[in-house]
């Protein structure tokens, strides 16, 4: 028993680091074409990447605000992941995530503002991820019942949603002079200043724990309940998930509801956690980063929580490097590590499983006439 | 002599699929290549159009030697193969297709004109008539694949190869093939056709060559032969499968026809994937106690009648009862709850999720059942479950957290027995159960397979292997084109004796 | 008169469009996703500026930009057909990689973070041609012909034949000894060089390089693609249809008849609708995004 125990172990170890050498590559490529970027500005990239580490990791405001951006490349990670775990694209991140923001935004507003702050908070989240949800069960329901492309219709969406809800706020909703809408009157989340002074002055807020409850809540229900294992069979194999009696494209669309809310949640973090208000492109570029994120963290949630913590660091980064080099540098980076992870991922897995092979020769001996 | 190939082997790492074969092919004659799957008739042919090069032996075309060709050399020299799988472009023309790579032009552009006037002129000179000015996808099966044909004459083959060119083909598309294929040998074209049919062979052949495991049997000249004795030599086993007299009056009283059937199907009728009639009005039971063995060459319908047991395909009429219960309606899931067990005919693509751990593949379909209310899997009972699975079914390595690609073929499918049947259910499919599995493992499922039966489960087995239907059934029903043509108890049955019904040279006896 | 004023400008919207639109096609047809069409053009735009700029000339700058359309299409082929990356994944990769280093070279060769200096383009504005100088831009006779042209080199010659082969159904065409890879990789440099142009025509009528510059419109050629079901003439005319809602919106910006944000959506649900199927359902080449 504690044999097997211990293999098991052996085997986590091994399916981690063996998941970990792919992103471990990109990262290390994108450090060498920063490194060559840096040096056509005439920077010494030790000084530069001196500086990055500096301006998050090396003080409490920096390290706050990479936090903060944390709490949403998480959710739009999640986001990626769980529609991915179903052999889904949900490239409408972008799109979820302000409707999350917008709906948390106008519940706030509507709610009195006696409301009690933890109901008012509640209520706001779930509005966030039933706006994020409804906004991905449209590509969800299309594919699930006309088979079309995810990835053109969430897409196609981003733009739709963001027109409508930038139309909403601008003609309806603004304060004058401002693409934002009036501060909210319940459901603030206090921020992490408010209770450890170091962080003072910097956007981080408790909303980064509403965040790894997701990624929590994402892992057990991708890893520990039926549905998770029924959306996991679909993504790997359709025809095996439809012989185990799986509903295929029921799974699809639930997945697709899933992933909207993870992304809708993202909303929260500028909404009831920093500003208090909508603002029209509050969150722009997160939505796809979140694709960077979920690669990187190979679809799993507890490594997405890390590799959002490495993205929004890279984003923090390029702030602090802005003055020696372009910010811009570190958006470079992020699609290099896309890049090179999107590439490296089915190579790498082509040699394991060649190598692995050629360990069970039996397994692979089935070659037919 | 068109082709003579002489001791040719071949090997695939470890399958050796051709060894030491002769093949004599006369100009102007159309010779069958016969043997059953696996037989290696397709990789000898694949050799010899170039798509493969032999490990061994010699390979001449028209005297010359052209061992270890490419597919460009062989089209060059006239050798034209016409695969089992049509590889047309649905949404290009007829003459398209055909001219696809060799294209007819007129400065810059194609030369459609002249392209489309080549193909009619080609169809009418070879009596393959097609329009060629139509799109593949609204071709029928057999204008589709007088098309394959064309494109390998468009190419200037003489030699023609074709790899079972009637398994899609309904009976007068069979006949417009043969006055077809007489046309092209009277006008001194050579044909090859490979083929498990014997009433084929015997219908166009002017030769007949054998092959059973990799080998090559037998040579006849068709004039001189019967159907009986080349399906002798295509079978081949020495032993005679006899069953004993104390055997067959134990089945009478083992299997039990007091209550409703373990499973009942009547009227079924089902469309295939290319919208022709894949069954046709097919009825059987399968009692409690009895193993209902279904004999036949694949593609005679027998994957969409497991399909539409199973749940995972529409019947357009008829219906499905398991322990008399009418299923006819009911998803995978219920019909699975309702006591159906399925050992799939292809792990790979449905049996298993090849990623998941051999724990988690043990619950594939079952997965409510290790579920809590909240939907929470118990984790606790399904890892007891896995390690007991793996005991009693001998799964090894015996480690339930290895993911499944990394098991042999024999325990990937001792994993799916495990599943199916180490639950309590009515009645189980065992597609293939054997296929790509050690010699042990077959032993083992066959154990099973007979437990089950003794336990009192039905059992419907389809098999292409007739030495496993013949070993292990009570009952044998024999399946062409979509029906049962024959269905008789296993103490009456041989290989000889239902070879015929195999291969349509005999039809329709019930017992 | 307003009418003809309405179909200049109308034109002069669609060039980008049907550049990026008949690059798309292109690729797609061979079976490669154009997701990747945004960046293309935004690097093409840049291209422009820069080669117009220290080139002196417009025509250097569209030699540059082609440049860089290749560069960025060469990187999309290495990623999908050499490693057989995802190709979803892939282009949205691009298209960010040159948002960020078109940005990162911006304050590198012009010293700004949002716009170039002033390039001179194709000229006409002070030959008195008024809405007519966009005609001597030969970008714009490009962006004409480019679909047309394309429906010929598809339809019409034994290129497009195997092209549209490869992309319905690879191992047919291979066969019968079409070279699929290098066939794919043909079609995915074509389509990076079209949607180049597209962006130089971008850049070269504002007469400078402004931070994303591009805006989205290679989205919306890949809209008026799937739109005009891959068929290059119906692609055409779906980018004509595009540029002449948006005139519209342009010139009746004062009436306030529909909130002009409405009119921008037309081609995102036109899409949505296609794929769903509501009338005729728009139908992806076969092969479209499976390298094996």
């Known amino acids: 028993m504690s044999t097997s125990a211990s293999s098991r172990a052996d085997g986590w170890l091994r399916r981690a680091a063996q998941a970990m050498l792919a992103p471990v590559l990109a990262v290390a490529l994108a450090m060498v074409v920063g490194d060559l970027l840096i040096l056509t500005y005439g920077e010494s990239p030790a000084t530069v990447y001196h500086l990055l580490l500096e301006g998050t990791w090396g003080n409490w405001y920096g390290f706050g605000q990479v936090l903060y951006k944390t709490m949403t490349l998480t959710c739009t990670g999640l986001a990626f992941a769980y529609a991915g775990r179903a052999g889904l694209f949900n490239v409408g991140a972008e799109g979820q995530l302000a409707a999350g923001g917008f709906a948390a935004a106008l519940l706030g507003l509507w709610l009195p503002a006696a409301t009690p702050a933890v109901l008012a908070i509640l209520l706001c989240i779930a509005a966030a991820m039933a706006a994020g949800g409804a906004a991905g069960a449209v590509p969800g329901v299309l594919r699930a019942r006309f088979g079309a492309s995810e990835v053109i219709v969430t897409i196609m969406l981003n733009f739709i949603l963001l027109a409508l809800l930038n139309y909403a706020v601008a003609s309806h909703l603004s304060v004058p002079e401002t693409l934002h809408t009036e501060e909210m009157r319940a459901g603030f989340v206090p921020r992490l200043g408010e209770t450890f002074a170091v962080f003072a002055g910097s956007a981080a807020n408790w909303t980064i724990v509403i965040a790894v409850v997701a990624a929590v809540f994402a892992w057990w229900k991708l890893f520990r309940t039926r549905s998770g294992y029924e959306l996991r069979a679909v993504g790997l194999q359709p025809d095996a998930a439809e012989y185990g009696g799986i509903p295929v494209p029921r799974t699809w669309f639930r997945a697709m509801v899933w992933s909207g809310a993870f992304a809708g949640l993202g909303g929260i973090n500028f909404v009831l956690g920093y500003k208090h208000y909508y603002e029209e492109g509050f969150a722009a570029g997160s939505g796809f980063l979140g694709i960077a994120v979920a690669l990187v963290g190979r679809n799993h949630p507890i490594g997405i929580v890390i590799s959002a913590l490495l993205f929004a660091t890279l984003s923090q980064g390029g702030l602090a490097v802005n003055a020696l080099v372009p910010k811009q540098l570190v958006d470079i980076l992020q699609a290099v590590v896309i890049l090179a992870v999107a590439t490296a991922v089915p190579e790498v897995q082509r040699l394991l499983r060649k190598s692995a092979a050629a360990l069970l020769p039996s397994a692979t001996s089935e070659a037919g006439t | 002599m068109a082709v003579r190939m002489s001791q040719v082997s071949k090997r695939f790492g470890a399958v050796q699929a051709n060894r030491d074969v002769t093949l004599e092919v006369a100009s102007g004659e159309i010779h069958a290549l016969v043997g059953e799957n696996g037989a290696g008739k397709s990789t000898l042919m694949h050799i010899l159009s170039g798509l493969h090069a032999p490990s061994g032996g010699r390979v001449e075309v028209l005297g010359r030697d052209v061992t270890g060709w490419d597919t460009n050399a062989a089209i060059d020299a006239g050798v034209g193969m016409v695969h089992q799988h049509f590889m047309l472009v649905p949404t290009l023309t007829v003459a398209e297709n055909l001219v696809l790579g060799r294209e007819p032009t007129r400065g810059l552009q194609l030369d459609e004109a002249r392209a489309v006037a080549d193909v009619r002129a080609l169809a009418e000179r070879t009596g393959l008539r097609v329009d060629p000015t139509r799109t593949v996808a609204e071709l029928s099966v057999g204008e589709a694949q007088r098309v394959e044909i064309l494109k390998v004459l468009y190419r200037g083959a003489r030699i023609l190869i074709l790899d079972e060119p009637t398994a899609v083909l309904s009976p007068p598309e069979v006949d417009d093939l043969w006055t077809v294929l007489r046309g092209l040998r009277a006008q001194g074209d050579t044909i090859i056709i490979i083929t498990h049919k014997l009433d084929e062979v015997v219908a166009i052949s002017d030769a007949i060559t054998v092959m059973r495991d990799g080998r090559s049997i037998a040579r006849f000249a068709t004039a001189d032969t019967t159907p009986r004795d080349i399906a002798r030599a295509m079978v081949g086993r020495d032993v005679v499968l006899a069953l004993d007299v104390k055997h067959a009056a134990a089945v009478s009283s083992r299997v039990r026809t007091d209550g409703p059937a373990a499973l009942a199907v009547r009227d079924l009728s089902v469309r295939g994937d290319r919208g022709t009639r894949a069954i046709e009005q097919l009825s059987f039971a399968v009692q409690p106690g009895e193993i209902l063995g279904i004999a036949g060459v694949e593609g005679n319908g027998q994957t969409e009648l497991l399909e539409v047991i199973a749940g995972l395909r529409r019947a357009d009429r008829g219906t499905v009862h398991i322990g008399g219960q009418d299923v006819s309606l009911l998803t995978v899931r219920a019909r699975s709850d309702a006591g159906l067990s399925h050992i799939p005919e292809d792990r790979h693509r449905r049996g298993l999720v090849l990623d998941y751990t051999v724990a988690e593949n043990l619950l594939l379909g079952r997965q409510h059942h290790f579920a809590s209310k909240l939907g929470t899997l118990d984790h606790d009972k399904i890892a007891r479950h896995a390690e007991h699975q793996v005991k009693t079914f001998d799964i090894r390595p015996p480690d339930p957290s290895l993911p499944a690609r990394a098991l042999s073929g024999g325990n990937q499918q001792k994993v799916v027995i495990a599943r199916e049947m180490g639950r309590a259910f009515t009645v189980l499919l065992a597609a293939q159960p054997t296929r790509g599995v050690d010699v042990g493992a077959i032993e083992f499922i066959h154990a099973r397979l007979r437990a089950a039966r003794d336990a009192g489960k039905g059992v419907l087995l389809v098999s292409a292997d007739l030495a496993e239907v013949l070993a292990l059934s009570d009952r044998i029903a024999v399946m062409y084109e979509g029906r049962v043509v024959c269905l008789l108890a296993a103490a009456q049955c041989s290989a000889e004796r239902l070879g015929p019904f195999m291969t349509g040279a005999e039809h329709a006896v019930a017992s | ?292």
């Open chain 3, 1 to 292: 008169m307003i009418m003809l004023a309405f179909l200049l400008q109308t034109i002069r919207i669609a060039i980008p469009y049907l550049l990026a639109a008949a690059g798309g096609v292109m690729s797609e047809r061979v079976g490669v996703i154009a997701l990747g069409l945004e960046g293309m053009m935004l690097a093409g735009a840049f291209g422009a500026v820069l080669g117009s700029y220290y080139g002196g000339s417009a025509w250097i700058g569209v030699l540059c930009a082609m440049a860089a359309g290749l560069f960025v299409a060469s990187l999309l082929a290495l990623c999908t057909l050499r490693f057989r990356a995802n190709q979803v994944v892939v282009g949205i990769a691009i298209n960010l990689l040159v948002i960020g280093a078109t940005r990162f070279f911006l304050r590198l060769a012009f010293d700004s973070a949002s716009n170039s200096p002033r390039v001179d383009g194709f000229g006409g504005e002070g030959s008195g041609m008024g809405v007519m100088a966009s005609f001597s831009n030969p970008l714009v006779w490009l962006g004409l012909v480019s679909l047309p042209a394309l429906w010929w080199l598809l339809w019409r010659t034994p290129f497009g034949l195997r092209a549209r082969a490869v992309g319905e159904k690879p191992e047919a065409a291979a066969t019968l000894g079409v070279h699929v890879g290098a066939l794919r990789l043909r079609g995915v440099l074509l389509c990076g060089v079209l949607a180049s142009l597209g962006g130089a025509y971008l850049a070269l009528d504002q007469h400078q390089f402004t931070d994303s510059m591009t805006a989205g419109r290679g989205f919306i050629a890949l809209a008026a693609i799937i739109f005009g079901r891959w068929m290059p003439l119906r692609v055409a005319a779906a980018c004509l249809l595009f540029a002449a809602a948006e005139t519209l919106q342009i010139q009746l910006q004062g009436f306030q008849l529909v909130p002009s944000q409405f009119v921008e959506l037309i081609p995102y649900v036109l899409t949505i609708v296609a794929l769903a199927g509501v009338v005729g359902k728009s139908v992806p080449p076969a092969a479209l995004g499976k390298v094996e």
